[in-house]
């Protein structure tokens, strides 16, 4: 199985459900670990089940890149103000 162009979509779906965890009282310095499990289960799950090495490195480089995203995001809201 090859890692596709659509595959990237589970980036902003990764961030949303860290909105959800932190809406549900989840502690905003939990965020980063949260999306690293939530990308690596959907390693597990979407990206490559059955196959262990690349679930974790695409669920890994998912949850990164979430994180990355985010922290993206809001360092950039923070600078306009």
């Known amino acids: 199985m090859e ?3 659509y595959d990237v ?5 990764v ?3 860290i909105q959800v ?4 009282g989840m502690p905003k310095k939990a965020a980063p ?6 990308g690596n289960v ?3 799950v979407y990206l490559a089940p059955g196959e262990p ?5 695409w669920g890994t480089s ?3 890149s979430a994180i990355g995203a985010y922290s993206g995001a809001k360092n950039t809201m923070e600078y306009n103000k």
């Open 53 to 57: 090495e690349k679930a974790i490195i």
């Open 9 to 13: 979509a589970l980036i902003p779906f």
């Open 62 to 64: 998912i949850g990164l």
């Open 15 to 17: 961030m949303g459900m």
């Open 21 to 24: 965890f932190k809406k549900l």
């Open 33 to 38: 670990v949260v999306a690293l499990i939530v």
């Open 42 to 44: 959907m390693g597990y």
């Open 3 to 5: 890692f596709e162009a």
